[in-house]
């Protein structure tokens, strides 16, 4: 039986580059969320680790019930219930997080510190609640315990490991985990929801809410084990990332991809055989469920994908994909939870520096490959804590993975110093470990960045007409670029098309140019007085 093939536009996130910066979600923000009541929705977070995560503690399944389960029939569940017990909790779910679980949106009362009249005492701006409007305590927030990595009580996933990791824990390990919206290939937050509403797109598999059929049950809520949708209290309606889905359409990388300082993230696509999906999801053993979705994903020179009706170059993408590289041929991705069954489509690189700065800081070479190896075997700790994040505490493929990243580390040191290089032991071949060198640590735009156009035409030629999400009440967008571009207000003159253009090219094609969509190459005509030479 052939396979039904289908396209997936998939991430993979080096977690060795990441630097906590937030820029990635706070550029997110700015383009989807900057409206009142999604003050508290963070599409992209980034979170430390060891750490609660937000909205706090969510990978306590035991409590919210997210994702799937297999019953004693080996036939997938939700764990949150099925028809009956989603009609019994449709009017007061207790198994999703409160407001208090993410934190109460604040602004300052500034009216209080410019209007106060003239006293002994210096005014001040006390916090108030932008939900109730009264004053309020600041006891939480999206970040906060950014770099906190020394109590690692509340973490959902060490609670897995055991009490003896208490005491050195912190020594060892801290990194940074940015997360989005998984877009799985088994999503249960669709499977969740009453009215419908959310729906995995056939074409590329990005998971979006239709906000005409959305109804507000929040079910998908307590469905998505990630706690990646949100409800908008003010329109009544559930919100989630979207993969910037406007712009990958036209070939560009998400908002937060674009806009990474530390150049860790790839997006490109992975090909899947759909009637695979279900077995793979329901595998009994947990620690099987990594290579039973990596035996989901289908080779784009497989004969069978050309008589599949892909695009070609959707086809050609898939072959060049860099996801595809790192997550299937260096095999160096990780899926996040796979315990949950979801089949997520986000997968991470998992960190080795913490490796290396515990041997550096012991006086032992950090980068010679038989350290680095003896390390990673003696470090269970960070081990088992990484196994528990991706591969449902199996630890060999992680241990793997970071066998790997060492391999090119010892490698690529010698050639950059003019010894003459040895290949390690790692399952690499010195082709292989030049490829991923080139891919991780060069990370050349072009290369991170391979996602074919949803619609054809020449670039420019498609004038910008809305948005999708272009409803009253919505996204507060006008138009695709923000809520000032587009109609009403035209500030974004440019198309899609022109903006790949222009971002791709070596001069801007274009006179006026909104600042938020800047890419920084050039200086744009009109913000600075013109030079005398030009003048005269």
């Given at each position: ?293 990596l035996s989901v994903f289908v080779d784009p020179d497989d004969p069978a994908v ?231």
């Amino acid at each position: 039986m052939s396979p039904r093939v289908m396209a997936q536009l998939a991430m993979v996130m080096n977690l060795d580059k990441c630097i906590g910066c937030h820029t990635c979600s706070v550029t997110c923000k700015q383009t989807w969320t900057n409206r009142a009541g999604v003050e508290y929705t963070w599409f992209n977070n980034v979170e430390t680790r060891p750490g609660q995560g937000y909205p706090r503690r969510y990978e306590d399944q035991e409590r919210w019930r997210g994702g799937w389960e297999v019953d004693a029939k080996g036939r997938l569940r939700l764990r949150a219930g099925g028809r009956l017990r989603k009609l019994l909790g449709i009017f007061a779910n207790p198994l999703m997080p409160a407001i208090q679980d993410y934190y109460e949106p604040w602004t300052y009362d500034y009216d209080n510190l410019t209007r106060a009249p003239l006293s002994d005492d210096v005014p001040v701006a006390p916090p108030r609640s932008l939900i109730s409007g009264e004053r309020t305590a600041i006891r939480w927030s999206a970040n906060w315990d950014d770099n906190l990595g020394g109590d690692p009580s509340p973490d959902p996933v060490l609670r897995k490991i055991g009490d003896r990791v208490r005491l050195e824990f912190e020594q060892a390990f801290m990194f940074y985990l940015p997360r989005i919206c998984e877009h799985c290939l088994n999503p249960s937050c669709v499977a969740s929801c009453p009215s419908g509403a959310l729906y995995k797109r056939e074409e590329d598999g990005i998971v979006l809410v239709d906000q005409d059929r959305c109804r507000g049950w929040r079910m998908c809520v307590t469905g998505c084990p990630y706690k990646k949708v949100y409800f908008n209290h003010r329109t009544g309606k559930a919100e989630k990332c979207t993969f910037c889905y406007p712009r990958v359409e036209v070939g560009l990388p998400t908002v937060c991809s674009e806009t990474c300082v530390g150049r860790l993230r790839y997006v490109g696509v992975m090909l899947y055989d759909a009637d695979r999906v279900g077995a793979a999801a329901s595998v009994t053993d947990e620690k099987e469920l990594y290579e039973a979705q990596l035996s989901v994903f289908v080779d784009p020179d497989d004969p069978a994908v050309a008589a599949s009706g892909l695009p070609e170059d959707w086809i050609e993408a898939a072959r060049r994909s860099p996801v595809r590289e790192l997550i299937t041929r260096y095999r160096v991705a990780l899926p996040l939870h796979p315990e949950y069954r979801t089949l997520p489509m986000v997968w991470y690189v998992p960190p080795l520096s913490p490796v290396v700065d515990a041997l550096a800081g012991s006086g032992h070479d950090g980068e010679d490959a038989g350290n680095l190896f003896a390390a990673v075997e003696a470090l269970r700790i960070p081990v088992e804590y990484l196994a528990e994040l991706f591969t449902a505490g199996d630890p060999a493929p992680v241990t793997a993975a970071l066998r790997r990243l060492a391999a090119m580390r010892s490698y690529m040191r010698a050639v950059n110093l003019g010894q003459e290089p040895e290949v390690p032991d790692a399952g690499l071949s010195a082709t292989d470990i030049e490829g991923m060198y080139r891919l991780l640590a060069l990370a050349r735009y072009d290369e991170r960045y391979v996602i074919p156009t949803a619609y054809g035409g020449r670039p420019g030629s498609v004038e910008e007409f809305g948005c999708g999400l272009d409803y009253d009440g919505g996204p507060g967008m006008a138009g695709p670029f923000g809520e000032g571009s587009g109609q009403p207000v035209p500030v974004s003159i440019e198309s899609f098309h022109g903006l790949k253009q222009r971002q791709r090219g070596e001069e801007s094609t274009h006179q006026r140019v909104n600042l938020l969509n800047w890419d920084g190459r050039g200086t744009p005509a009109g913000l600075f007085p013109p030079k005398r030479e030009e003048r005269s």
